[in-house]
């Protein structure tokens, strides 16, 4: 009988500001995917020699940690090897999450961050679905601003993704972060006591 808020949005949109006051403010447990994500690249890990043994050995530090850059050159224009490697990581994310979720006390409130929920059919494990959106003009400049990057790379990262409206559509609570710090916190106060 738990309250499991999947946490999603856009690139830069603002989820871990929501999830960080979601922690702070009402001490709720979070669960980020991006933190199962990057240890399912461990070295050692079995996944990490999968990659390894498909891309060769280069795809390797001298440390044997994961060429991330590297590896999102081969990714990036190549839907048949970000389709090989997404089979490869969105398991292991699912099974760490419905390990959380277990270790959970009876009726918990718990967030999941899940910048993939859609593309990684990951809805299921959730109650209700928010999504943090931002208008384009806005989720440009904090891409721009936070990640130093030239607005060709920003509008390229915004277009690799499933457009934030759809994710909208399919959302039971929509926050708008296209304001202030404290309009979003507002917004999450409401719907956390909805
Ligand atoms: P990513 O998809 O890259 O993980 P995210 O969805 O977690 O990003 P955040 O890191 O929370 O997004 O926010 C993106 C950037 O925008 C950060 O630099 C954050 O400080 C800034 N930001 C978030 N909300 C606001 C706001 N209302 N006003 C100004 N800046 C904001």
Redesign the pocket.
Same mark, same amino acid.
């Not at 972060?177 to 710090?181: I, R």
């Given at each position: 009988n738990h309250r499991l808020i999947g946490l999603t +949005? +856009?690139? +830069? &949109? +603002?989820? &871990? &500001? %929501?999830?960080?006051y979601l922690a702070n403010a009402y001490k709720l447990p979070i669960f980020d995917a991006?933190i199962y994500a990057r240890e399912a690249v461990q070295p050692g890990s079995s996944i990490l020699n999968n990659i390894a043994e498909r891309y060769g050995a280069d795809i390797l530090a001298a440390s044997g940690a994961l060429n991330r850059q590297q590896l999102g050159n081969i990714i990036f224009n190549n839907p048949q090897e970000k389709y090989w490697l997404e089979q490869q990581i969105h398991p292991y994310v699912r099974d760490r999450f419905v390990e959380a979720i277990e270790r959970l006390p009876l009726n918990s409130t718990a967030v999941l %961050?899940v910048?993939l929920l859609f593309e990684a059919n990951m809805t299921d494990l959730v109650t209700e679905i928010w999504v %943090?959106f %931002?208008d384009e003009q806005?989720q440009l400049n904090? *891409?721009i601003?936070?990640?130093e990057l030239t607005l060709a790379q920003a509008k390229a990262r915004i277009n690799s993704q499933m457009s934030l409206q759809e994710k909208c559509n399919k959302a039971d609570v929509v926050l708008d972060? !296209? !304001? &202030? *710090?404290e309009?979003?916190l507002k917004q999450v106060d409401a719907a956390i006591k909805a």
């Open positions: +949005g +856009g690139i +830069g &949109t +603002g989820k &871990t &500001t %929501v999830a960080n991006d %961050v910048p %943090v %931002v806005q904090r *891409l601003e936070r990640d972060n !296209s !304001s &202030t *710090l309009a979003l």
